[in-house]
């Protein structure tokens, strides 16, 4: 068994002493007798550090993981290559094993760490005021919600079915409680209907929700879209893909009102799902309703420049029930991350970045679409991301692809039924053309062995021909 | 007293932007290696970004070192004690870093088929099934990403499984000495918080709680040893006077650590717990995040459970079980973020159950209440116990609450002042001014994995302040002196708030 304690029988002899007690099961006698568990945990015993390392590695082993499989998966968090200095700086101990920052003169690290990751983004999105970070990013979704409640006073929301799935189910299970009414506008063409959300706002709207790009990976003119919301004063929030922000107009310069997103794509790993951050940027107007942690500049009584955390009296920890969240996590570490990801890649870097991206993508969406029983779901523009329909069903491919050691795409059955055999295939720096060229290659076997099958499994199962076709 | 500025007081903060110089760089990209169209030709020029952000310009051994140079103006758990209360600010094994690195953690894709997940999945089931024979309840969700958000996700739970008995309620209760995420908690979940009044012994005030209770009262939320450090020895009463009314239990699981494997909250007759990785599970807590906040609840509350939850499915004719994700949840509140949770906060934590296994579980919580009561004893004695008594005086749990009000009185210190100075003497100071019923508190809380002689120098700065301060108050009241910066402007940070560099 491990142990992480250091007391000897004689430190405890010792300290029960100084207590004035007989046992440390006397200092349980607060515990009422029935509440007491009389037995071990019914758990493993403790295992060696050799032993534990095998057993993670040994279930490690049974994933297939980007290093084992070429990783054509997106749909909110990206297989981008992190630098070796982002390992290197957020393992350390004086990063890695601090609590939030409540004694800000032992703390001015990590405070200045949070005063430029909020500079970065709050240049990323193009909106003055950025807060040190959220959980993730569908939950921000969520937070934006409940400020724009609180903003408007009003209690309804229209957002766009291009709206990340798990985020819209996340803004619903929130709106449960806080209550509100969440009305869905759909796609045409790729895009959020313009004329549908224009009629859905109304004067009873908080906050109208975009995303950009939105889940199927097309580029929402933003802008347009936004003045439906702005002829209500009710709230633009956009969702963001940081990565795609060098290029895309930034939502600050649409007229967004809040701007945020998911973090893992800067500097952050895939960790099945997290932990990452989420970002969440906003106009000047909502500094004192932003969610969570917030760095401020200030002195010291010797006139140095410090950090602290500002405008806690919006905290719960300050405010309680009237708090304007109940989050006190920052995500600290994971925006650390980001930050040096973002240092490391820099302006030049970042832009360059965005712009391979967007060219691979380019080659990759003309390349699959090229492949027999594959056809483009939208043709309107993207950045990183892009849909397919396949001639095919869709789970029988990917298991194809999977067989020759890729992880082709996100299937879009399950969250959009309307597009039962779609696929979303995202690209990032990782992804090499050779790498492409292999996947329209693997793509275009599997999808005329499935189609060969269908067919034939159709024909088996009709006894009169004529109906097929 | 005279100040010397440090080396590192001498060395004014700079920003990276400030360091930023145009045409410096550090990463090289690989080359596209596909036909490089203008961007225009690709995307409508209107939808294009003009001005590229103002990133830094740095190269890499200047990043490096900025924030190296930066790390080393924090204060960390590696490096000295930290008697955070309410914090539990245990050691962070490197094992569990190692083990979250692995390729297979770490480059694991959420969206992979759960059948190329199998040894992910299969951890999270583990995990979910030691959680639950730690906390006594059944059912585990670990998609809450922390405490907060496994408090909105019970109340969340709250309102679904009284709606689904076609129930609408509207109060919430808890105690005057809550964590301040629980009220804020009850309003974001649209209910409304009735505060319940502490009793001489730290707990619920019973006849408070009994002129509270209705049957408009979904849930009491608690925890249990509650923020003075003490075990609530009227639980089982408690639990029964909410039960009787229909209401939920909800246990707030940051004082967890005092208790594993000796009492679990499901045996207490809570129905709802959520359990902090960061706190009890050695997850680090990396300057405020990432944690996560799992919840286990009761065969009632599990049909309202988050989805997709983790299933296994038993293997037949010689195979192993397999898992899977179960989204056809139709009672469930939904998601509460995106894919399955902090997943690598699962790896770590998982490595720390392992490690540890049931006895060594048992036995930190038992180590972690011994050095709560000998620095409880420690500072009972000399200027200490004069200056800093005990709030309740009785034996704790795995932290304890001393109150600075008659050093305030006698000495002219505030707490403030006390936790100022001992910064200078090396130390984290304990959480201060809370819980709010204690007047100047201090919050104390060791840990198991401090040594006697970290608890011992500890309580011996304490009275070397002390003894300081009846000679000379205004030491204290300046302090700290030998710290990267010394008090700064908090009020000024708030009425003209500069939240981001000003850049040209």
Redesign the interface.
């Known amino acids: 068994?491990?142990?992480?304690?250091?007391?000897t029988s004689a430190?405890?002899a010792?300290?029960?002493e100084?207590?004035?007690?007989s046992s440390?099961a006397?200092?349980?006698?607060?515990?009422?007798e029935?509440?007491?568990?009389d037995r071990?945990?019914?758990?493993?015993?403790?295992?060696s550090?050799a032993e534990?390392?095998e057993?993670?590695?040994?279930?490690?082993?049974?994933?297939?993981?980007?290093?084992?499989?070429v990783?054509f998966?997106?749909?909110?968090?990206y297989?981008h290559y992190v630098?070796a200095?982002v390992?290197?700086?957020t393992?350390?101990?004086?990063?890695?094993?601090?609590?939030?920052?409540?004694?800000?003169?032992?703390?001015?690290?990590?405070l200045?760490?949070m005063?430029?990751f909020?500079?970065?983004m709050?240049?990323?999105t193009g909106l003055?005021?950025?807060t040190?970070?959220l959980?993730?990013?569908?939950?921000s979704v969520a937070s934006a919600g409940?400020l724009a409640i609180g903003a408007t006073g009003r209690r309804r929301f229209v957002v766009s079915r291009g709206v990340?799935p798990?985020?819209r189910?996340?803004l619903?299970?929130?709106a449960?409680?806080?209550?509100a009414e969440i009305v869905e506008v759909g796609l045409k063409d790729g895009v959020t209907d313009p004329a549908a959300l224009a009629d859905a706002v109304d004067g009873e709207t908080a906050a109208v929700f975009l995303q950009n790009p939105n889940f199927l990976g097309v580029?929402e003119?933003v802008e347009a879209l936004g003045g439906a919301a702005k002829a209500e004063d009710a709230l633009l929030v956009v969702a963001v893909d940081p990565m795609t922000?060098?290029?895309?107009?930034?939502p600050g310069e649409c007229g967004a009102d809040v701007a945020l997103g998911?973090g893992q794509p800067l500097g952050n790993?895939?960790?099945?799902?997290?932990?990452s951050?989420g970002f969440f940027c906003g106009t000047e107007a909502l500094?004192r309703r932003m969610p969570g942690?917030?760095?401020?500049?200030?002195?010291?009584?010797?006139g140095?420049?410090?950090?602290?955390?500002?405008?806690?009296?919006r905290?719960?920890?300050?405010?309680?029930?009237?708090?304007t969240?109940?989050?006190?996590?920052?995500?600290?570490?994971?925006a650390?991350a980001a930050?040096?990801h973002?240092?490391?890649?820099?302006?030049?870097?970042?832009?360059?970045?965005g712009?391979?991206l967007?060219?691979?993508t380019?080659?990759a969406r003309q390349r699959l679409a090229a492949v027999e029983g594959v056809e483009l779901l939208h043709k309107a523009?993207v950045?990183r991301e892009f849909a397919l329909r396949l001639d095919a069903p869709v789970g029988p491919v990917?298991e194809r692809c999977?067989e020759h050691g890729i992880?082709a795409g996100?299937p879009l059955g399950?969250e959009y039924p309307e597009y039962e055999n779609g696929l979303l295939v995202a690209i990032t720096?990782r992804r090499?053309?050779?790498q492409?060229d292999e996947l329209a290659d693997v793509f275009g076997t599997a999808i005329s062995a499935e189609r060969g099958e269908f067919l034939s499994h159709s024909e088996s199962k009709s006894p009169q021909p004529q109906e097929i076709g | 007293m005279a100040?010397t500025e440090t080396p590192m007081?001498r060395e004014?903060?700079q920003?990276?932007?400030e360091k930023?110089k145009p045409g410096?760089?550090?990463?090289?990209?690989?080359s596209?290696?596909?036909?490089?169209?203008p961007?225009e030709e690709?995307?409508?020029k209107?939808?294009?970004?003009?001005e590229?952000?103002?990133?830094?310009?740095?190269a890499?051994p200047e990043?490096?070192r900025?924030?190296?140079r930066?790390?080393?103006?924090?204060?960390?758990?590696?490096?000295g004690f930290?008697p955070?209360g309410s914090?539990t600010?245990?050691?962070?094994?490197r094992?569990n870093?190692?083990?979250?690195?692995?390729?297979?953690?770490?480059?694991?894709?959420?969206?992979?088929?759960p059948r190329?997940?199998?040894?992910?999945l299969?951890?999270m089931w583990l995990l979910q099934e030691?959680l639950a024979?730690?906390c006594?309840l059944p059912h585990v969700s670990l998609q809450p990403?922390?405490?907060?958000?496994g408090?909105?996700a019970g109340?969340?739970l709250t309102?679904?499984y009284h709606a689904d008995r076609g129930e609408q309620r509207t109060k919430v209760l808890a105690p005057d000495t809550s964590?301040?995420?629980n009220?804020?908690?009850?309003?974001?979940?649209?209910y409304e918080?009735v505060k319940v009044a502490t009793n001489g012994q730290g707990g619920v005030e019973m006849d408070d709680l009994r002129a509270k209770v209705s049957d408009e009262v979904a849930c009491l939320m608690l925890t249990n040893p509650n923020t003075l450090g003490?075990?609530d020895?009227n639980?089982?009463e408690i639990a029964g006077v909410i039960h009787e009314v229909g209401g939920t239990l909800y246990y707030d699981g940051a004082n967890l650590n005092a208790?594993?494997?000796?009492?679990?909250p499901g045996?207490?007759g809570f129905d709802i717990v959520h359990v902090n990785l960061h706190k009890s599970f050695?997850q680090?807590?990396?300057?405020?995040?990432?944690?996560?906040g799992p919840i286990a609840v009761s065969e009632r509350i599990a049909p309202f459970l988050?989805r997709p939850q983790v299933t296994r499915r038993e293997g037949g004719n010689g195979s192993g079980p397999s898992y899977d994700l179960d989204?056809d949840r139709p009672k469930s509140?939904?998601?509460?973020?995106?894919?399955?949770?902090?997943?690598?906060?699962f790896?770590r934590s998982?490595?720390y159950?392992?490690?540890?296994?049931?006895?060594?579980?048992?036995?930190?919580s038992?180590?972690a209440?011994?050095?709560a009561?000998?620095l409880?004893?420690?500072l009972a004695q000399g200027r200490a116990g004069k200056h800093l008594p005990i709030a309740f005086d009785?034996?704790c749990?795995h932290e304890f609450v001393l109150s600075g009000k008659p050093m305030k009185r006698e000495m002219g210190l505030a707490t403030l002042d006390l936790?100022?100075r001992l910064?200078d003497f090396g130390f984290?100071?304990p959480?201060v001014y809370?819980p709010l019923l204690v007047e100047e508190a201090l919050m104390v809380e060791p840990t198991?994995?401090?040594?006697?002689e970290s608890l011992d120098a500890f309580a011996d700065a304490v009275e070397q302040i002390l003894a300081e301060g009846e000679q000379d108050p205004e030491i204290a009241r300046?302090a700290?002196y030998s710290?990267?910066?010394?008090?700064?402007?908090?009020v000024?940070?708030?009425r003209q708030?500069?939240?981001?560099?000003a850049?040209s």
């Open positions: 068994m491990s142990r992480y304690t250091s007391a430190d405890r010792a300290m029960l100084t207590i004035g007690a440390t006397e200092l349980f006698d607060q515990v009422p029935a509440l007491r568990l071990p945990l019914a758990l493993p015993p403790g295992m550090e534990v390392f057993r993670l590695a040994e279930l490690a082993g049974r994933n297939a993981d980007a290093e084992e499989q990783c998966l997106g749909a909110g968090m297989d630098p200095i390992d290197a700086i393992q350390r101990s004086e990063f890695l094993t601090p609590y939030t920052p409540y004694q800000p003169e032992i703390s001015q690290g990590g200045q760490v005063f430029e909020q500079t970065a709050s240049e990323l003055p005021i950025s040190a970070g959980y993730e990013g569908p939950s409940y990340h798990h985020s189910e996340t619903a299970t929130y449960e409680g806080f209550g580029i003119d922000l060098s290029v895309l107009k930034p998911e790993r895939l960790d099945f799902g997290g932990p951050f500094i942690r917030i760095a401020g500049e200030t002195d010291d009584v010797d140095r420049r410090g950090f602290v955390l500002a405008l806690q009296t905290e719960q920890h300050i405010r309680r029930e009237k708090a969240h109940n989050i006190c996590t920052a995500q600290a570490l994971n650390l930050m040096v973002l240092s490391w890649l820099g302006r030049e870097g970042f832009r360059e970045l712009e391979l967007v060219r691979r380019a080659y523009p950045a990917l999977a992880a996100y399950r720096e090499s053309k050779e492409i | 100040a007081q004014r903060a920003t990276i932007y930023s410096r760089r550090a990463a090289v990209l690989p596209a290696g596909v036909p490089e169209p961007l690709l995307i409508p209107e939808l294009l970004r003009v590229s952000p103002r990133l830094p310009e740095i890499e990043i490096v900025h924030y190296n930066l790390s080393r103006r924090n204060f960390d758990l590696d490096t930290y955070l914090c600010m245990k050691h962070n094994p094992l870093e190692r083990v979250a690195a692995l390729p297979g953690h770490a480059r694991l894709h959420p969206a992979q088929d190329r997940a199998q040894g992910a299969e951890l030691s024979e730690i006594g990403s922390a405490g907060s958000h408090e909105l109340l969340l309102r679904a964590h301040g995420t009220p804020a908690t009850v309003t974001m979940a649209g918080v003490l075990f020895e639980i089982a208790v594993m494997g000796h009492s679990r045996d207490m050695s680090p807590h990396g300057g405020g995040g990432p944690g996560a988050p989204f509140i939904g998601r509460l973020r995106g894919f399955q949770g902090n997943f690598g906060v790896v998982y490595a159950i392992l490690s540890l296994g049931a006895d060594g579980l048992a036995e930190a038992e180590i209440v011994l050095n009561n000998y409880k004893a420690r009785r034996h749990m936790a100022k910064l984290h100071p959480t809370f198991e994995t401090e040594t006697k300046q700290p710290t990267p910066v010394r008090r700064l402007d908090e000024k940070a708030t708030p500069v939240v981001r560099q850049l």
